[in-house]
């Protein structure tokens, strides 16, 4: 009889175990503890995961050193940018700006932020596309799906919808953090529509040329056919990450004949170079590289005459995949042909080289940069920064695992040129920035105005991109009607700087007539102090 008690007592021991444990943690101190104890637990695992990965931990050196203890706060995004008129508008109209409540640890870390963003997580189910090709003067085509969804709230005062142009990471494809942004862009009154480069997304490749990572030419003709389709309607561009390098390459060199009103990069690749050098964690550069040799692999066959296929395909980094494909110092020590008869890189399948008339439209990218350094220089995201004319918002996290460290950003550029605004957060990881709660400020007032049509989704940057393009509209147009003069001679954070900013990493070049007129218009306005204290109104006058 005593052993089968005790037998009874050992069986009913993890049911007790259990009971004690719940009445317990119905103590609010209790529950605490808990939480506090499994949180450290779960951070020593995932450190250990990262040490073991070889994957970056937050606050290395990505840490900016500078900026008082409020700007370090972690919620408390801080805007870098030179004092002006629509600063200021934007700090007292976009709610979103004052300091968003981003997730915590776990899923606020930069790694599970930017898996979420980019691979799983929420795609936007809502959103339908309809695809449409683009044939481009060189004869190659270039994909433009049409978003459609829920129903569009009609923005005050226009007739048109205004058009948003999406431009997505240069390996292509739409992540579910760009369908996310579309399907929050078609509920605030948005006519979506998602650029894919050439060869990407499934779309053909009709020619034996690829993408350079800056070279605008095919989002320029998109832009002028969205627009075209469009004339009324006011037309702004957002690019995802690496995608910035060509939508920032679009504005150097259109200046101010671009038709876009205004432009955002999310995450953006502002040094190309740098990005390309520095080599990534190992799970991210295998990701990229495993998703570029695959789209190469699909055109292999019909590239193998023109480009140094096997090269770019057995490459380690993605420094040498760009390297192999695009320069013919590479592509010298492979024995393939990149002499001016050669169609390497060009619109001509043939061995007789490119036709005049594709030569007419690439100019010097009918044929292959000579070296690494001569790639850059026809290819760096900033080369023609100071030929910018519309306002571009740049919204990065100095956690970001995939972009280079927060101190190397051009600081100076945002903080002389009134064109660049730069909102910087402590975390937010690469294209994520995903909200803590529902959408909350750190104040604890609601800012989201589509909170209640949302089925989750709450990405900070995408409503501040499209909270910052409405309420920029409404600046500019009061400022052409008033003759608001927005451009002012101080700055925002920090002492003065350079008048104007130009990348050292990119030698200069010969520039267009139109550039070059503007170029003089612009040194005769900074000639004197009287002229740069007076600013300018704001009025887009265009050099077609």
């Known amino acids: 009889m005593a052993s089968s008690g005790w037998d009874c007592l050992f069986c009913l021991t993890p049911a007790l175990l259990v009971l004690l444990l719940s009445l317990a943690l119905r103590r609010p101190g209790a529950r605490r503890w808990t ?34 203890g409020r700007d370090r706060t972690p919620d408390r995004p801080r805007l870098v940018c030179k004092a002006t008129a629509l600063a200021r508008h934007l700090l007292q109209h976009c709610p979103s700006m004052a300091g968003p409540a981003l997730a915590a640890w776990p899923w606020g870390d930069p790694h599970v932020q930017t898996l979420v963003a980019l691979f799983c997580g929420q795609r936007g189910d809502g959103v339908r596309f309809s695809r449409e090709h683009l044939l481009l003067k060189d004869g190659g085509i270039v994909a433009l799906d049409w978003a459609s969804g829920p129903a569009r709230r009609r923005w005050e005062g226009r007739r048109e919808p205004p058009v948003l142009l999406l431009v997505p990471q240069c390996w292509g494809g739409t992540t579910p953090h760009l369908r996310m942004l579309s399907q929050r862009a078609l509920r605030q009154g948005f006519c979506v529509v998602v650029f894919h480069h050439r060869g990407t997304a499934g779309a053909p490749l009709a020619t034996a040329r690829l993408t350079e990572f800056g070279d605008p030419a095919d989002l320029q003709q998109a832009v002028d056919y969205v627009h075209s389709r469009h004339p009324s309607s006011a037309l702004v561009a957002v690019s995802e990450g690496s995608g910035s390098g060509v939508l920032l390459s679009y504005l150097g060199e259109c200046g101010s004949s671009t038709p876009l009103l205004a432009a955002a990069a999310l995450s953006p690749v502002l040094l190309g170079r740098l990005w390309l050098e520095r080599p990534l964690p190992p799970i991210y550069r295998w990701g990229a590289l495993f998703h570029r040799k695959l789209q190469l692999r ?14 770019a395909l057995s490459s380690s980094s993605l420094r040498d995949f760009e390297e192999t494909l695009f320069c013919s110092s590479a592509q010298l020590k492979q024995g393939v042909s990149t002499s001016p008869g050669s169609s390497l890189n060009s619109g001509s399948p043939s061995g007789r080289g490119p036709d005049p008339s594709v030569v007419w439209a690439l100019g010097e990218r009918a044929y292959p940069a000579t070296d690494w350094d001569g790639y850059w220089g026809r290819n760096e995201p900033l080369r023609d920064a100071d030929e910018v004319a519309v306002p571009v918002l740049c919204i990065r996290s100095r956690d970001d695992p995939l972009l280079p460290p927060a101190s190397t950003l051009p600081l100076p550029l945002f903080r002389s040129n009134p064109y660049f605004l730069l909102l910087l957060t402590n975390r937010g990881g690469h294209c994520g920035f995903t ?74 070049r010969r520039r267009r007539a139109t550039l070059m007129r503007r170029m003089r218009a612009q040194e005769t306005e900074n000639s004197t102090d009287e002229s740069e204290a007076a600013g300018f109104t704001w009025k887009r006058s265009y050099t077609r």
């Open 298 to 311: 699909r055109y292999g066959s019909s590239l193998r005459g023109v480009l140094n296929v096997d090269g």
């Open 35 to 68: 939480r506090l104890a499994a949180g450290a637990a779960g951070r020593r695992l995932w450190g250990v995961f990262c040490l073991v990965t070889r994957l970056p931990t937050p606050g290395g050196e990505g840490e900016l050193t500078e900026g008082s």
């Open 435 to 508: 909200l803590d709660g529902r959408g909350e400020t750190d104040q604890g007032t609601r800012w989201d105005e589509d909170e209640e049509e949302e089925e989750g989704g709450h990405i900070w940057s995408h409503i501040t991109v499209l909270e910052y393009f409405r309420v920029l509209a409404d600046f500019l147009k009061e400022g052409g009607r008033d003759g608001v003069s927005w451009r002012g001679p101080t700055e925002l954070h920090g002492q003065s700087g350079q008048k104007t900013w130009t990348s050292t990493l990119a030698p200069a």
